[in-house]
Structure formats: C-alpha cells, structure tokens
C-alpha cells in the first residue's frame, strides 16, 4: 500500500502574480502560436467567464493584491490554441471547451449552444428563398435545379466518397428538417426551424437543449463516439475540430440522447447516420 507522503513535502501549488501569469502567457504564446498574449486579452476571457478570476491573495498594505494558479495559466493556453486554429467566437469558444473536456460545465454551455446553433440554423435559411420546402407537393424540374443550386455544394468529402445523393433526398431533408412535429424516431425533424423574431428554435431542440447537465455529458460522450467512429472512418477528419460542424453535430446528439437514449444511440442505424452526414455537409441544411 502507498505511503502518505508527510505533509512537510507536499509541494503547494505555484502562485503566480498576474503580472508573472502574463509574462509565462506571451513567452509561451509567441513560441508556440507565433503571436502574443497582452493583458487586454486576459482581462477580456475573465470578464467572459472563459477564464476564472484571480484569486485574491494577502493585501500589500491597503493594495489588494490577485494571484494565479496553474488552472488560470492552462485554461489561458487552451483557449489560445483554439483561437490560433481560427476560433475566436466566445460561443464556439464555450463550446469547444466543453466537448474537449476542458472543465467547462453543462450549465455553462446550454446557453451558447442555442446561441451558436440559431447563428448557424439563421445564415443557412437566408441562403435558400423558395417555399417549395415548406410544402409537400411535387416540383417541377425547372424549380427542383434552381432549389438545389440554392442550397449550395455538397462538402467535397462526400463527393470524394462516392456519397452524393439525388436532388430529391436533399429536399426530404430540407422538408424533415422543416417539419414542426417532434419525432421522437427521427430527430432530423424540426431542426431547421427557428421564429424569425424571437429566435426560438424548433420544440424538438429547445426541450433536447433543456436536458439535465447529465444528459449532455452522455450527449458529449455519444458526440465523440460518433465522430471518431463515424465522421473519421468516412469522412478522413474529425468534426471536432471544426467549431460549427461540431456544434451541429453536438445539438444532433442531444436530439439523439432524447429520442433513443445513450445505450441505443451507439446503435443508430446507418441509414440515418447517413441521412445526417449529407444534412451536415450539404450547403443548405446544415451549415
């Protein structure tokens, strides 16, 4: 059995002044990312809430004086290598922190997944002015070409893939998406709604986003699952490291921890798996 170590040599956790924090920060920041960590950019993650606080520390006299700790100068450095990779939304900041797993809490990240995924649900719906979506009959060839040219290209992974689908499939995932009942048997329903003047989103993504903090760390754990599994074996990448496909991909999985629970969505069929990743990387209903 290990021995305690007698308290004498327990090593206390460095301090560090803010000053020497910033100094650590810049050094570490410029050898690493090729650009500079200034205090205005501390001072900005505190107020956000993307890095913690200072600690307060024995006063100088009547001078408060703050410290950190290793906790301030990684979290810093994370979020410096994210914004390095071209993540500089605090929305996508919060969530990228989460799904890596880097102490970011449930509760703290609810709220800017339903920011980001409006963001992105509101950009793609602008791109595509027909109503032919809206509604179940047929369209004639002229408006089907014009409605998928609307749409967008088809992420150029798939097509390397040999996964590009008919023009109709797009449009039954345009229509699902648009489709205001909750399927609990499909969550590609409702999830490209959203009120133009209050932003709220679909019943279906708003009571998924209002699960319990447990249900999103099984939502998180489904996500990588998925993405290593899935996204990586045909796609070549992961969807982690691209912060709106990973967002999207995290809401469907929240969608899938409702409708299935975490036991059956490692068992997705294929079919859908298949029907999300044309949803995800086509111009229009995704992205």
Request: net charge positive.
């Amino acid at each position: 059995m290990r021995s305690k170590m007698p308290s004498e040599y327990v090593r206390s956790p460095t301090r560090l002044s803010k000053t020497e924090l910033l100094r650590r920060l810049d050094d570490r920041s410029r050898r690493r990312y090729g650009d500079p960590f200034n205090e205005g950019g501390l001072n900005d993650l505190i107020k956000d809430g993307l890095v913690p606080a200072l600690e307060r520390a024995k006063n100088e006299g009547l001078k408060p004086i703050y410290e950190a700790t290793a906790r301030h100068y990684r979290r810093a450095l994370q979020i410096k290598r994210l914004m390095s990779r071209g993540v500089s939304n605090r929305d996508a900041l919060r969530i990228q922190l989460f799904l890596r797993g880097y102490g970011i809490k449930p509760w703290d990240v609810r709220e800017a997944v339903r920011r980001e995924y409006a963001r992105h649900l509101r950009s793609a719906s602008s791109k595509v002015r027909s109503t032919y979506p809206d509604k179940t009959r047929d369209i004639g060839p002229r408006h089907k070409a014009s409605l998928r040219k609307q749409m967008g290209e088809l992420d150029n992974r798939l097509k390397d893939a040999g996964l590009e689908m008919p023009t109709d499939f797009y449009i039954e995932m345009v229509r699902a998406g648009k489709t205001p009942n909750v399927g609990l048997d499909n969550p590609i329903v409702g999830q490209l709604l959203i009120d133009p003047t209050s932003s709220r989103l679909s019943d279906q993504i708003e009571t998924s986003l209002d699960q319990s903090d447990e249900k999103f760390i099984e939502a998180r754990d489904a996500f990588h699952k998925v993405d290593r599994r899935v996204m990586r074996r045909v796609l070549g990448t992961r969807l982690l490291n691209d912060p709106k496909y990973a967002t999207i991909l995290f809401v469907v999985m929240l969608c899938c921890e409702r409708s299935f629970t975490l036991k059956s969505v490692s068992r997705v069929p294929l079919d859908f798996v298949l029907r999300f990743l044309h949803s995800v990387f086509h111009g229009h209903p995704k992205a």
